[in-house]
């Protein structure tokens, strides 16, 4: 019989020690500074920025090095440094239509307003490793630069909006949006609630429920209508100044994504769109979670809910790396007396089983020709 | 505008123990002195229970006016709301709203419900009130003076709809007690 | 103040070296981290949702005649926030505020804008220009 039972102590600490040696590592090479992880490991600290949905690039950057490049581990850590703060204040919510854009695409239109800008891109590289980069010391060649149109881009999206191809969303007043990490999620789950918790979601889970509606669970046909990465503007309105002050500016990545939709009653058939919206530069997640969010619009829209990505019970509840891995994680943790009950439980039931085949021979001989 | 914590961690985390202590053991007196320069309209205890217990996400209801009020806006940053039914916390600096008009809860939800802090002329223990109930051995005895005349009949109106219902922190000067509401009031004979 | 929220406390110091000292100064608030909730709208235009926090720090000081100075900034820097604070409220002050703008905003904002300008000018770099192929006859 297991009792409850304390200690480990020294063990734990003996275990930390050497989580700290293993952390750093042979130490005849140089120490890691969050600096050089936030410069250097930039889409690392995005991510973990997202997923522990708290903006600071020095404190997730902190936190891969704390994790030793564990981003589920430093998104956990970045959550958890955050529930230490109050909150403020909240922003007013940000005008990508007027972000500074690094990178802007459209797979709909060629010939846009503002042009197709590809940024600091992977696309078009070879997906060769690139030994020169494991020689240190070379620096890279100089960007090139080229004269700037000042104007902003408008936004592809518009574009359809304005021949009447395109639903609209209904333009956002000034309403305080839900907000599910001061109320239990309710299903079913109002939009900006689904956004917000899909812009914290776990990039690989939203990725294979997005890929998921393009193979055939759910019926999508989507277009990247338009992604762009940049910066925007941060504004604030502080009780004591009654007007909204710019504290600041945050890189961001956008993803429309147009879908067909078939029309109904009370709709002609349209495009609708799907939204996706990153920290940091997080293409692959904004795509992902525009295709998430469009799939989840399918009970509004009358269409027949079938596939998981569709099911925001399923999709919401478990898209959270954090909670997720808290929960399988746990499983690690001590479940002696759980597993001796159970253990008890079986050897019961055995002997029961036991007897009742001793005590009538001829069943058993029947069983056994029923499964011949 | 007059600064409020000289510590911020230190001076919430002693206002909040004061607090802690208060709603635990009701009606005994704590002090909590840690806002040496205050709008005059403001006691130490009740300015400091609002600091550590505000912040932007909770609706405060005062009665306070000019540099009181603007002293508490600017540093608890919480809304100031005008309809006392509407606010999570609530200063009284004078008279104390009806406790029927101000937000009790859900019984679903009854942590969701109002806290009123009463700024009083003079608060005393060893006379007065008989209190009773949970964090109370026997009785304990607690004068408050300052407070409406049918205060004991809304207090026990409060109670009725337990576990729904109004938390009260009473201070004056430097000092204050709680009355949660599970505390029942026997006036003195 | 938008200027002095991006700016350095190296970059603002920098530029105080050549002008009167400021007046002294009293903290009434801060300088203290906190969050700040980030939104966006659905479609970039829609309803506002919650897409995470962002740390920021703020910090309010007065001037011995009473002006108040505030900043707001994201990140942590406490120094910062409160430096820009006191600035806020020296720019508030007729006797000082064209000397301040002139030796410490206005080169400020030259070198936030440089920076922005050499962005957008690589960004443009890379912007496709397409080459139509002609069928030929």
């Known amino acids: 019989m297991y009792v409850a039972v304390k200690g480990g102590d020294a063990a734990i600490s003996a275990a930390h020690a050497w989580l700290a040696q293993r952390r750093r590592g042979d130490e005849a090479l140089p120490e890691l500074s969050p600096a050089q992880i936030e410069e250097q490991l930039g889409l690392a600290v995005d991510r973990v920025m997202a997923e522990g949905s ?20 430093a998104a956990f850590l970045l959550r958890a440094y955050r529930n230490t703060l109050s909150r403020f204040a909240a922003c007013e919510p940000l005008d990508t239509g007027a972000m500074r854009v690094q990178r802007r695409i459209s797979a709909t239109y060629k010939d846009l307003p503002g042009g197709q800008v590809l940024g600091p891109t992977f696309d078009y590289t070879h997906r060769l490793l690139d030994f020169a980069l494991a020689a240190e010391g070379l620096p890279p ?29 209904i333009a956002g007043g000034n309403e305080t949006p839900p907000d599910l990490t001061r109320e239990p999620l309710p299903f079913p789950t109002p939009r900006p609630l689904r956004l917000q918790s899909l812009a914290r979601g776990d990039e690989g889970f939203l990725l294979g429920l997005g890929y998921s509606t393009q193979r055939g669970y759910g019926n999508a046909h989507p277009f990247v209508a338009e992604l762009r990465m940049g910066e925007v503007e941060i504004m604030l309105a ?7 002050v710019s504290i600041g500016d945050i890189t961001v990545t956008e993803c429309q994504m147009v879908n067909q939709f078939a029309g109904s009653a009370h709709n002609p058939p349209q495009f609708t769109r799907g939204y996706g919206l990153a920290m940091g530069h997080g293409e692959r997640r904004a795509m992902a979670m525009a295709l998430v969010d469009r799939a989840l ?45 159970e253990l008890e439980k079986l050897r019961s039931i055995r002997a029961r089983w036991q007897a009742d085949r001793d005590a009538n021979p001829l069943a058993e001989a029947a069983a056994l020709e029923a499964t011949i | ?39 005059e309209a403001l006691a130490p205890a009740a300015a400091a229970a609002l600091l550590a217990l505000t912040d932007a996400e909770t609706p405060v209801w005062t009665d306070a006016t000019g540099e009181a009020r603007d002293w508490i806006a600017f540093h608890t940053g919480a ?39 009463v700024q009083l002329d003079a608060l005393a223990e060893g006379a007065g009130w008989r209190l009773t109930g949970p964090g109370i051995e026997h009785e304990h005895r607690l004068d408050a003076a300052g407070l409406p005349d049918d205060f004991a009949a809304q207090w026990a109106a409060n109670r009725k709809g337990f576990p729904c219902g109004v938390d009260l922190v009473l201070c004056t000067g430097a000092r204050l007690a709680a009355l949660p509401r599970s505390t029942r009031i026997e006036e003195a004979g | 103040m938008s200027i002095l929220a991006r700016a350095s406390v190296e ?39 919650n897409l ?3 740390t920021v720090t703020r910090c309010s000081v007065s001037l011995p005649d009473g002006t108040l100075g505030h900043c707001w900034r994201l990140g942590r820097d406490r120094r910062a926030a409160e430096l820009a604070a006191w600035l806020d409220a020296a720019l508030q002050q007729d006797a000082l505020r064209p000397a301040l703008l002139d030796a410490v905003v206005e080169p400020l904002r030259e070198g936030q804008a440089g920076a922005a300008a050499l962005t957008a000018r690589r960004a443009a770099a890379t912007e496709v220009r397409f080459a139509t192929l002609q069928a030929m006859r």
């Open chain 1, 141 to 169: 060649a100089e960007p090139e630069e080229a004269e700037a149109a000042s104007a902003t881009m408008p936004r592809v999206t518009e574009l359809l909006a304005r021949e009447g191809l395109m639903s609209r969303d």
């Open chain 1, 238 to 244: 502080p009780s004591e100044l009654g007007f909204a």
């Open chain 1, 54 to 73: 708290c903006h600071d690039r020095g404190l997730a950057a902190l936190a891969i090095k704390q994790a030793r490049g564990d981003l589920i581990e």
């Open chain 2, 79 to 117: 809304p100031l709301v005008a309809d006392a039914s509407k606010a999570q916390f609530l200063l009284a600096t004078r008279a104390m709203p009806k406790l029927s008009t101000l937000d009790s809860g859900t019984d679903e939800t009854p942590q969701d419900s109002a806290t009123l802090i």
């Open chain 2, 1 to 39: 505008m007059r600064p409020a914590f000289i510590d911020p961690v230190f001076g919430a985390q002693e206002a909040f123990r004061a607090l802690m202590d208060a709603m635990a053991r009701p009606g005994r007196i704590q002090r909590c002195d840690v806002l040496p320069d205050l709008p």
């Open chain 3, 52 to 54: 995470g926090e962002a």
């Open chain 1, 297 to 341: 619009m399918a009970t509004e829209m009358g269409e027949e809910a079938t596939a998981p990505a569709q099911d925001a019970e399923f999709v919401l509840l478990h898209a959270d790396n954090v909670e997720a891995t808290g929960f399988v994680e746990h499983l690690k943790l001590p479940h002696h007396v759980d597993f001796q009950s």
């Open chain 3, 11 to 49: 970059d603002m110091e920098a530029r105080l070296a050549d002008t009167p000292a400021l007046p002294p100064h009293r903290v009434i608030r801060g300088p203290e981290i906190g969050l700040t909730m980030l939104r966006g709208r659905a479609g970039g235009d829609g309803a506002a949702f």
